[in-house]
């Protein structure tokens, strides 16, 4: 008889096989017997979601939501949530603060029902149109490895910007200038956005 505590996302499936190898009566060859079974994950223990701005402009401040709670009919200590941000993204601040790091949450104990929030404010920036995905688990700490019990990822696209800007040297063909002279710049603005800013 093994005991296991098993681990993976909702709906997901774990194959666990056993080998018997024996030999018969004074025989010399190997016999060997397999079996496998199957068990399917109905239900994880901790209800996880991710709230995340569907469009960001690059360079703008973002924030992220990451809500937990306790769903299973026992308390679970030793509760880690780890948070993996998209490239580009640049950590300001947290609401908790975060116990390791920038993206580790250990929040010991949390008993049947327990929940909170863990909001997170930084600054995104990247190209327009890239799709920045922020990614949260929850879980435990067992011999310096992390298990989770569940995961949340969403995605934020990054807009273009709402308003171009440019220069324009006037009467000049070539962009030089002598110390202390007075030259005559042309500034030109745009509205990338549908309606009035």
């Known amino acids: 008889e093994f005991r296991a505590l098993v681990i993976g996302p909702k709906h997901s499936t774990i194959r666990s096989s056993v080998a018997l190898r024996y030999k018969s009566g004074g ?3 190997p016999f060997e017997k397999k079996a496998e079974t199957v068990l399917r994950i109905a239900q994880v223990p901790f209800y996880l979601n991710v709230v995340v701005p569907q469009q960001a402009i690059s360079g703008a401040r973002i924030v992220y939501y990451v809500s937990y709670e306790n769903i299973a009919s026992r308390a679970f200590a030793n509760t880690r949530l780890r ?3 998209p490239d580009g993204f640049a950590f300001s601040s947290a609401e908790p603060a975060p116990t390791q790091e920038s993206d580790t949450w250990d929040f010991g104990e949390v008993p049947i029902l327990g ?3 863990v909001t997170v404010s930084g600054v995104l920036t990247g190209h327009a149109g890239d799709t920045k995905k ?3 688990e929850i879980g435990f700490l067992h ?3 992390f298990y989770p019990y569940t995961e ?4 934020t696209v990054l807009a273009p910007s709402p308003l171009w800007v440019g220069l324009e040297l006037i009467n000049r063909e070539q962009p030089v200038a002598k110390l ?3 030259i005559a710049v042309r500034v030109r603005y745009k509205n990338n956005l549908e309606g009035p800013v």
């Open 27 to 29: 025989g010399e060859t």
């Open 83 to 85: 948070i993996h941000y």
């Open 115 to 117: 929940k909170g929030r």
């Open 134 to 136: 922020v990614r949260a």
């Open 143 to 145: 011999n310096e490895r």
């Open 152 to 155: 949340s990822a969403f995605d």
């Open 180 to 182: 202390g002279e007075t």
